[in-house]
């Protein structure tokens, strides 16, 4: 007669587990690109019908690290965004008047987002990527064409780059990389407003220009790979898992027609920063006038991204007139 409640064992024999090594820093994981380079932006407008503008970002993933017979290797993290857009629609009668249209921005991380699982709760990270989601768009959209009225600006992060390469080691100081916390977040901003901007695009508000987002970095010529340099330079879009020391990082929200910047956002060491960078420029200039560069040429995707459905949505205006 068995024991009901005793769990029982299985009946064949077992073997003990092995796990694997964790990535160590002799395994190359050096950049893929030139520092002019951007990565690659896959931009669709027009995914969701149901509402009044949506479109979808994914950046190229980078190339994984080669395999290894005596280690794990996880494939690096990418970034994929999706974006819909809610309005104009009428506040309620209980809402005071207001001559301008009232913005309100979310982001949320969905809980398979990063290797970390997020909470199904908006934390304060999220809250403060509204905020600076905000203020990049606030300044751009007609607002008193649309009194007493508000739009939505809704943003699903479905997978997120992270601030570092997953291998850190947090108990060996001299090989962990130096790495400022939340630069992850500034390359996450800035596809939340390439994909804020295509998406209000496609729901037909009137802007005063299209708001591109960009993102450059000074780093050490010092790699994951474990290459040392005492050299610096200015990356463009970077990925933020590939290099080893990055001294500061900027992101900027351009309007390319007004040569205005809506948002702004410096991370790192910003006041150590040599004055060697360049021969005219300091570090602050140079960095913010690299992530315009960036800006720039991302605003070719969105424009690119957004000419094709308006085009074809003027076709079909002229054949039912």
């Not at 005492?230 to 080893?244: G, K, M």
Request: overall charge negative.
């Amino acid at each position: 007669m068995t024991d009901r409640r005793r769990i029982n064992g299985p009946a064949g024999g077992t073997a003990p587990p092995l796990f694997a090594n964790l990535l160590t820093s002799n395994i190359p994981r050096t950049p893929s690109r030139d520092a002019e380079n951007l990565q690659r932006i896959f931009l669709k407008t027009g995914l969701v019908p149901s509402v009044s503008g949506s479109a979808y970002l994914e950046i190229e993933q980078p190339p994984a690290l080669p395999k290894n017979d005596h280690s794990f290797n996880l494939s690096p993290s990418s970034l994929k965004l999706t974006c819909t857009v809610h309005g104009p629609r009428p506040l309620p009668r209980s809402s005071p008047f207001v001559p301008n249209v009232l913005l309100s921005t979310y982001v949320k991380f969905a809980p398979f987002a990063t290797r970390g699982r997020r909470g199904y709760l908006r934390d304060t990270s999220e809250r403060d990527l509204a905020v600076h989601l905000e203020n990049a768009l606030r300044g751009v959209i007609v607002g008193d064409r649309w009194p007493k009225s508000g739009v939505e600006i809704i943003i699903t992060i479905l997978e997120g780059e992270e601030d570092y390469w997953w291998h850190r080691n947090s108990n060996c100081s001299d090989d962990a990389p130096q790495i400022p916390a939340a630069s992850g977040m500034m390359s996450i901003l800035c596809g939340c407003i390439n994909v804020a901007s295509a998406a209000i695009a496609d729901a037909g508000l009137d802007c005063i220009d299209i708001v591109a987002s960009g993102v450059a970095a000074i780093v050490g010529k010092t790699f994951v790979s474990g290459e040392s340099g005492h050299d610096l330079q200015v990356i463009l879009d970077p990925n933020f898992s590939e290099h080893r020391e990055v001294l500061a990082s900027c992101v900027v929200g351009y309007l390319q027609s007004r040569d205005e910047v809506t948002e702004l956002w410096m991370n790192g060491g910003i006041l150590s920063l040599p004055e060697a960078l360049s021969d005219d420029q300091n570090g602050i200039t140079l960095l913010i006038d690299s992530a315009i560069q960036a800006a720039i040429a991302a605003r070719h995707v969105l424009v690119e991204a957004i000419k094709e459905p308006t085009e074809h949505r003027l076709a079909q205006h002229k054949i039912t007139s």
